[in-house]
């Protein structure tokens, strides 16, 4: 994997990074969304016991990856990231965690993927494929081209879930998210800005983009129009959804 050379200043990260030292996200981003544990093992648990091949797109620094390998632990994981010291992080992760063997870094845009399945030889044929706090980086034209890639690479019974920041509703949802998110930082002491100052500043890179957020009821649509099948909406709180179908 390169270096991340792109941004060589220090409070510069590529969108969904967050922070600048990937060292802090697992803390951070638990600081930011208080319910992040539930919303990932909620979307684990809609993956089907017998799945052998996941695809995850914007793995991070692995924390989907080692939930969804502690449950399926005899699955194959081919962990999709644009940014190396992301990669790296987990890389590190999921092998002390005994999985090595079990999860494969391909260093590539999904947007690109989404354009031509042949990028970065991601493959095809999954059971599974998962995100989060990824695919809202995305133009909805690309969101839509995205899931119709993933559709296409799904065996037949194939799943994907999605976990994701929405666009409010409406001005009132606007206002009750947000206050929801000031008050879970003072329950821990601080506040959402005092938090948010440690966020790293981001701009475009690649398909990517600082939050191009849509509301859940178009991506419910936009699956629809994929071919995707049983789409549902497992878990909301607040701003975030996991949503998906098969
Ligand atoms: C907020 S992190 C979430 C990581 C992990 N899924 C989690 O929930 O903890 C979003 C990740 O998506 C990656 N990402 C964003 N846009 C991407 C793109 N177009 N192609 C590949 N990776 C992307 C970022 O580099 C980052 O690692």
Not at 52 to 78: H, M, V, W, Y
Not at 80 to 107: C, F, H, N, S, T
Not at 185 to 204: D, F, K, M, Y
Request: proline share 5%; with cysteine.
């Amino acid at each position: 994997m390169s270096e991340n050379s792109a941004f060589p200043s220090h409070n510069l990260v590529f969108p969904g990074e967050v922070f600048p030292n990937p060292a802090d996200f697992d803390r951070g981003i638990r600081q930011l969304l208080r319910k992040y544990d539930e919303m990932l093992e909620i979307l684990v648990r809609c993956i089907p016991a017998n799945v052998d091949r996941i695809l995850e797109l914007g793995c991070g620094t692995g924390e989907l990856s080692l939930k969804l390998l502690n449950r399926f632990p005899t699955a194959q994981i081919t962990a999709v990231d644009y940014a190396p010291r992301m990669l790296q992080y987990a890389q590190e992760k999921i092998r002390l965690a005994g999985y090595a063997e079990k999860w494969i870094a391909k260093e590539a845009d999904f947007g690109e993927w989404a354009n031509n399945s042949q990028t970065a030889n991601i493959g095809s044929e999954f059971d599974a494929c998962v995100s989060s706090l990824a695919i809202h980086h995305l133009t909805d034209e690309m969101k839509l081209k995205l899931f119709q890639q993933i559709r296409k690479s799904l065996n037949p019974g194939g799943v994907f879930w999605n976990a994701d920041p929405i666009l409010p509703e409406s001005e009132l949802m606007k206002a009750v998210y947000q206050t929801a998110r000031e008050e879970w930082a003072i329950e821990q002491g601080s506040t959402l800005a005092q938090i948010r100052s440690q966020v790293g500043q981001s701009v475009p890179y690649g398909y990517s983009s600082p939050d191009q957020l849509a509301t859940l009821d178009i991506q419910l649509q936009m699956l629809k129009k994929s071919g995707f099948d049983g789409v549902a909406v497992p878990w909301k709180y607040y701003n975030l959804a996991v949503f998906g179908g098969n």
